[in-house]
């Protein structure tokens, strides 16, 4: 019995071993776009963000849910398994700090906004997210105001509907603040 036990938790750390191989093997791709200076220009980054976000998003991509011509093509070909894995390693990585040059006038401006809509109730006091709440912190800005202006605009979708994103404003400004937040 005790042998057929350890022979177990073996297989299981060996399994769960594979899994992060896999995924870091996977993420390689993602990796081209998803980086501080990618040509691409507008790919955030993945790394720190909550596995279930990730997962998520990427499914959304998957489906259509969330139109994006690149992203559904990236992941057209990943089982949910491949998803999972690919999330969970990108969830285990550090998060990348200081990576973009914020303007501390825009930085002040969107920390008045953001204390005033109390977007931390959910995306945490330092903005880092936690389950299905998204990563802020240290966000690549560009991207950042991109989604803003979708929420405003009704092209992306971001609960509770309530929080008036086209009454809010000043996007720049906001996105400027979370890039900088660490
Ligand atoms: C050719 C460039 C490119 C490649 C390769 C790529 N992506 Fe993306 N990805 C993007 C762009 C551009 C966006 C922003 C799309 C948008 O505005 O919704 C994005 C967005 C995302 C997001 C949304 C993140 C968030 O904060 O909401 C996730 C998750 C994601 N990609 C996962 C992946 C995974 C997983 C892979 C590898 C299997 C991958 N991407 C490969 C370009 C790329
Ligand atoms: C009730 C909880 C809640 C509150 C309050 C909230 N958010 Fe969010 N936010 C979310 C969730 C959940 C998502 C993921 C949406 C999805 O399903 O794609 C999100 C997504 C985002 C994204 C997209 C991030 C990415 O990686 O694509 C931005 C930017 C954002 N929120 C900004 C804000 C701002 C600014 C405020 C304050 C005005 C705010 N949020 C308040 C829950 C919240």
Partial sequence: MRRVLIACALLMSTDALADAKAGEKNAQLCLLCHKPGNVMGLAPLLEAQPSKYLVQAT?????????????????????????????????????????????????????????????????????????EVPRLAGQKPVYLRIQLEAFAAGRRAHPPIEIPFDRIGDFEAIAHYFAAAR
């Fill in 59 to 131: 499914t959304e991509y998957k489906t259509g849910k969330r139109p994006d011509p690149f992203m559904k093509t990236n992941v057209a070909d990943l089982s949910a398994r491949d998803i999972k894995d690919i999330a969970d390693y990108f969830a285990s990585r550090a998060p990348m700090v200081g990576v973009w040059s914020a303007d501390p006038a825009k930085v002040a401006a969107g920390a008045k906004r953001v204390a005033e809509s109390k977007c931390a109730s959910c995306h945490g006091p330092t903005f880092a997210g936690t389950d």
